[in-house]
């Protein structure tokens, strides 16, 4: 019964001992102890196998235990005694690492600050993507034919503020091709600069439920300073992040963000250096030195760009923000959003960013048109728009032309910040107060049933409905026409949006129409900010020396905008026999065309604008506003 119990105390402590898997150390010598006389070969077997066990048990203790808690082995006579099992540290006070990890010690390292915490070394190894899943990516961006200089485009354009003073809130462009994105991300940065200002330090400030009440306290009393030359360094980059943050958990439909980074990099001091040596060019490129991290935290988010943002500011940095929203979003829900996912989302010859990546950036789906929902085209085909509302918004040259008709969604964002695009280029505009939005009586009546008629638009932007759709939108907006006015708008079979909007001017606004017979159709005036971050030389000194030298630096222009009053019936059907007499054809520029002014200045900005306040009128100073 005693050698049992004592084989079973010995088996406890083996097992005890096997808590860590430490290298293997010399095993100490060992007195042999003298076999008792008379003993049975069992018995023999038993006490040398008990000897193995108890050698073995002792060897992981003292390797395991601090050196000071286990006993040295003892060889002579007293007065030094071995110390008995229950002297040596319990194996539960001993931290061992798991197995899958090597034994080190490793010295105290001090805690990052609150507000910036450095992922774990675990995590910022990321994933490597799978060669398909990078083959796939690098088609739906680059195609198969992309040229060497659209690469270089995309390979040299970080993510980077201006030093210049004036546009000290803007990001440079250096390279034609990136545009899209940076003023997209440019869109976004201006949002927390001029209403987030005093919660830049928050990383849940990009929650939607936050900024719901801000936008509330904002659009009641408050406009942002222009002082731009006084924002820190500090401000505009968690300002940056908070945009990363929110385009791309507005990409992953508020679940997720992905972060795409260049292995090996991100915990780089000296970023630049480190990639010297990394080219992409082709889809191994990406494999081999792309990673990924997926959070669903956006305070995780925040804090891992915050820490590493000298990555994005690198020359890949628009690149790798770009890939990170494509895959926030799912390349596969990125190819069912488009209407043509056959094309390049980078566009050909010259490597812009198509619509599909602005309107990802702004409503979070690659969506390839800028009109609100889908449209139906019949025979189960559809197009689609923008499905929501959306943050920051979006106007065009195009429409100005006729080509395309931009919807409510884009053109009344939640903040007065625009994204605006030319044939070629795109850039940004903003107000400092969102009060600029706001409409009176009228304007909200136009709005409401501009959105009824557009609702029933299938001509993809046309500006006509047919006769059944036109009905339902009287229904809408509780328009009511004599039967005479209404068999005259019907007759052609279709109704044209400007016949229809001069029919309102004549109906008095009690049955539905925009006749005011008081005559206070409301007027607006007030500032708006137009920025190019495409570098443009300036001479840096009085121009007259020469000790003048030139320097890169993006362009902001402040437009002071004036809005009138309504037409009067008599205005615009005046503005209507003008432009028939000159030749004019295209009708629905007619509700464009402003009345002759004489202090007012002319550039395609202004059409851009126009197509948000039609009639208005722009005046600045200095160099006339670009959007090329």
């Not at 023999?44 to 008990?50: F, G, P, T, Y």
């Not at 979003?329 to 050909?348: E, F, H, K, M, N």
């Not at 010259?350 to 019949?378: R, T, Y």
């Not at 080509?403 to 030319?422: A, D, E, F, N, R």
């Amino acid at each position: 019964m005693g050698d049992r119990d004592e084989e079973e105390e010995l088996q406890m402590a083996l097992r005890m001992s096997l808590h860590g898997s430490p290298p293997a150390q010399p095993e100490p010598k060992r007195s042999k102890p003298p076999s008792p006389a008379g003993e049975s070969p069992e018995a023999e077997a038993r006490r040398k196998q008990r000897e193995l066990m108890a050698a073995a048990a002792e060897k992981r203790l003292r390797s395991v235990a601090p050196p000071a808690a286990v006993a040295p082995p003892v060889t002579v006579a007293p007065p030094v005694t071995v110390a008995p099992p229950a002297a040596v540290a319990p194996p539960a006070a001993v931290v061992v690492p798991p197995p899958s990890q090597p034994t080190a010690v490793v010295a105290e390292q001090p805690s990052a600050p609150e507000d910036v915490k450095v992922e774990s070394e675990s995590t910022v190894k990321g994933e490597e993507l799978h060669p398909e899943l990078a083959e796939k990516l690098w088609l739906m961006v680059f195609g198969s034919g992309v040229s060497k200089a659209v690469l270089a485009q995309w390979s040299n354009q970080g993510i980077r503020f201006s030093s210049d003073p004036e546009t000290a809130m803007g990001l440079v462009q250096h390279e034609g091709g990136p545009c899209g994105v940076l003023a997209t991300v440019q869109a976004y940065v201006l949002k927390y600069l001029l209403f987030f200002s005093d919660n830049l330090g928050n990383p849940e400030v990009s929650d939607p439920s936050f900024a719901l009440g801000q936008r509330r306290f904002y659009q009641s009393s408050f406009a942002a300073r222009d002082d731009f030359s006084s924002l820190t360094e500090d401000g505009k980059t968690r300002a940056l992040v908070h945009a990363m943050v929110e385009i791309l958990f507005l990409c992953g439909t508020g679940k997720r963000a992905v972060v795409a980074f260049i292995g090996g990099v991100i915990r780089e001091q000296k970023v630049d250096a480190a990639l010297e040596g990394i080219s992409v060019e082709s889809a191994i490129d990406f494999q081999k030195v792309l990673r990924i991290i997926t959070f669903t935290s956006r305070k995780d988010a925040f804090n891992m760009l915050l820490a590493n943002i000298p990555l994005f500011r690198s020359r890949l940095g628009a690149m790798l923000f770009l890939i990170s929203s494509l895959l926030s979003r799912g390349l596969d829900c990125i190819q069912a959003d488009r209407d043509d996912p056959s094309q390049p989302l980078v566009t050909a010859p010259f490597g812009h960013a198509s619509q599909e990546i602005v309107n990802l950036l702004l409503c979070g789906e690659a969506v390839p048109n800028v009109f609100d929902g889908k449209m139906d085209l019949g025979g189960g085909m559809s197009l689609k728009g923008i499905p929501s509302d959306v943050e920051v918004g979006f106007l065009t040259l195009l429409e100005s032309l006729n080509l395309c008709k931009v919807g409510q969604y884009l053109k009344c964002p939640k903040w007065p910040i625009w994204v605006v695009g030319s044939e070629s280029h795109y850039t940004v505009l903003f107000a400092l107060n969102p009060n600029v939005q706001e409409e009176n009586e009228l304007e909200e009546r136009e709005s409401k049933i501009r959105r009824a008629f557009d609702a029933q638009d299938q001509s993809g932007g046309g500006g006509f409905i047919a006769v059944e759709g036109f009905q339902q939108v009287l229904r809408d907006t509780d328009i009511t026409f004599p039967s005479d006015k209404l068999d005259d708008l019907c007759n052609a079979g279709v109704i044209v949006w400007s016949e229809f909007w001069q029919a309102l001017l004549q109906l008095d606004k009690r049955a539905g129409g925009m006749k005011d017979p008081t005559g206070l159709m409301g007027k607006k005036q007030f500032t708006i900010y137009h920025f190019n971050g495409i570098a443009k030389s300036v001479l840096n000194g009085s121009g007259n020396t020469g000790g003048s030298t030139p320097i890169q630096r993006p362009r902001i222009c402040k437009l002071n905008v004036s809005v009138p009053p309504r037409w009067t019936q008599d205005e615009y059907l005046a503005d209507v026999v003008s432009s028939s007499a000159s030749g004019s054809k295209n009708d629905s520029v007619l509700s464009l065309a402003p009345p002759v002014q004489t202090a007012c200045q002319h550039a395609p900005l202004v059409d851009c604008i126009r197509t948000r306040w039609p009639r208005a009128a722009c005046s600045w100073s200095g160099d006339v506003p670009s959007i090329v």
